[in-house]
């Protein structure tokens, strides 16, 4: 990895973030003027991650009032807000966003505390918003069935209910991650967590034995489920599972409910490299490409290829870590990182299905244009969303990781 | 096709049927009213769909896969229409005509009751400026919304062309 490059992109990373939270405390997924000029929960919570990890402690406490004074009335945090804060979805329930809030909360209570927590940490925000906390926590339990013991979602981190419908493993990790994350804040506070803590372990035992596949090796990626209370879920007309690999299956290890060497994640991410590292152009593909919604063409991105450079960080392999993060620093475009990164002749593709199907949305045409327009498309490849914020939070994560680690 | 797990939306435009016969289209109304302010309640506030700047569109049309099927089966019930009647009759007596929905379909009135409710909480009023109808056959205007919003209607003709409901969130504590 060039480390003068990658120090750039890193500096850089650290700009795009605070550029890009509006005055309300907001993260844009993207800024304005292009493609997800609003905030999203999920990507706001990364956002607010990274902040952490850059030591922006006032940006991710703005960042954190933002999203808690948006929480609707029964407790969910919505799909995206507009800058004002106000519920500005378009698409179904996607329960990660609870659990993302309240892990990245957590994780804020704990760095402003370090080594000195009962003196240092912010217990008056974490107190302040208690009752947040409690409602984010119920709403996330109100989705949970009892039959299997996980959390019902109908999207997840892909926005794609055809293969996360049901009980998803992002959305349920990210949601046990966010009990946990309450479970320790409140135990601070001197709140009787215990129910929430019962809960919090049968959700990740559920995760760790039905949502993973002995004979694969692998955790997999959803057991399709229609309704969540569907009883008995065996009769629910969409009941099935979700076998294909995604790197969301990384997912138990990212949300920290087990650890990196844990074979189950090494297994996992074995198989996760194997069938979607991308052997043209480098980098991690999210899902496989004959799941058919390629938007801009199939090709790796580069929230996902930092979000498992952590895991070789993790398992202490410079080599493969080295790979992962090389392959970004080395996409970068004038330091900014894009969505995902496609070919011309993949790019066409897409276009040509999506226009075949009939279902290439109005939306999509600036996409389009945006694409062809990109200095990139002249060196045959396609550059889609540039910038986005989150794969800047995650390179800030990441690249964090390695030189603490490495160097 | 009806099928007990899937009866649910059937039903509920059955009663609607029904509850007109019953007490008539006016209280139907407030009905429906009730049953959409009720439910942005619970919601809290914000804006449904797409935005570019203050206009507010949905791309897809809601429940317009269930009244589409609802009237292949059963026709479309003279009811519907004693609704949409009275809601223009109620509009046109108002002072403030621009508050009404450009009504397409029934079930209009519980959108834009649901709607205006969700964008009252987050302090703002919504203009229903256009809407199409679930199958894309006809178009409907609230030219005093328009007038209000200061829109030309060629513009909210050209949104409908990729959407079935245009609105104006208007905040006016920042006009």
Partial sequence: MNRIEAEKLYENSVRILKSNQHENGGFYASPPGTRYPFIYPRDHSISILGCIHAGL????????????NSQKPLGEFSQRYDVDGNDASYKDLQIDGNGLVLFVLGKYFQATGGSFFKEMADTAFIERYWETIEKAVSFILLNKNEEVDLIHTINSIHEYPAYEHGFEIYANCACCAGIYAAVSMGKVLGKNVSEWEQQADIIKESILTRLYSPRRRSFIKCIRVKDKNSKPIGYDPFAS?????????????????????????????????????????????????????????????????????????????????????????????????PEHISTIERFELWLEDYTNAKILRDSKIKLIDDVRMHPKWKDGLAYVTIPLIWPHAEFIISYKKYSDKFH | MIRLENMFPQAFLVGVVKMVDKDGPLETIRWLQEIGEELATLEGPGFEGARENSINYLPICPFGSEITEFIEIYGYPAEFNDIVNKMYELKNASDKPWKYPALTH???????????????????ELYNLGSKSPKGEFKQYNEEALEKAGMAKEVIEELLERSFYVYKIVHPDKE
């Avoid at chain 1, 294909?244 to 996760?272: C, S």
């Fill in chain 1, 57 to 68: 402690m006032a940006e991710a406490r703005k960042g954190l009032e933002f999203v808690l």
């Fill in chain 2, 106 to 124: 029934v079930m209009g009135v519980l959108q834009h009751s649901y709607s205006t409710k969700r964008a009252a909480l987050a302090g703002a």
């Fill in chain 1, 241 to 337: 599972t979700v076998l294909d690999i995604d790197a969301a299956e990384y997912a138990p290890a990212y949300f920290e409910l087990i650890k990196d060497n844990d074979v189950k994640v090494m297994t996992t991410v074995k198989r996760i490299h194997k069938l979607l590292w991308d052997n043209e152009i480098g980098g991690l593909n999210r899902y496989p490409e004959y799941w058919g919604r390629n938007n801009g063409g199939y090709g790796p991105w580069c929230h996902f290829t930092c979000e498992l450079a952590n895991h070789y960080i993790e398992i202490d392999d410079q080599d493969k870590a080295e790979m992962y993060l090389g392959w970004v620093v080395d996409m970068a475009h004038n330091y900014t990182l």
